[in-house]
């Protein structure tokens, strides 16, 4: 499975963005999707989780109530709504696909959020 992400950027404090990941190389509706951020100088941390069809998301603590995570499998993305951003939310952003309960070991580039105050 091949991941694009995109969409990160440089924003001021309480700003937003979106992030996008194009998933190419199998049938993405098999696939539930994440999040992951790693900044640095820290480990890699859960962002986010969409289950197969989107009706089911889950939060890492640090960024309930501020991001959403959605997907659209006709377009075999998944994207991430990212509110009121804060400087500790500086990071690169990466997607991930969960086949089952495994998630894969495929990361992608990734895309860099900088959250300036």
């Known amino acids: 499975v091949q991941l694009q992400a995109s969409g990160g950027g440089l924003v001021l404090a309480g700003g937003s963005l979106r992030l996008s990941c194009v998933v190419s190389g199998r049938t993405f509706s098999n696939y539930a999707m994440g999040w992951f951020r790693q900044a640095p100088g820290k480990e890699r941390e859960f962002v986010a989780h969409?289950?197969?069809?989107?009706?089911?998301?889950y939060y890492g603590d640090s960024v309930k109530g501020r991001f959403t995570i959605s997907r659209d499998n006709a377009k075999k993305t998944v994207y991430l709504r990212m509110n009121s951003l804060k400087p500790e939310d500086t990071a690169v952003y990466y997607c991930?696909?969960?086949?089952?309960?495994?998630?894969?070991?495929?990361w992608g580039q990734g895309t860099q959020v900088t959250v300036s105050s």
């Open positions: 991930r696909a969960k086949y089952g309960s495994s998630w894969l070991n495929y």
């Open positions: 969409i289950s197969l069809t989107g009706t089911s998301t």
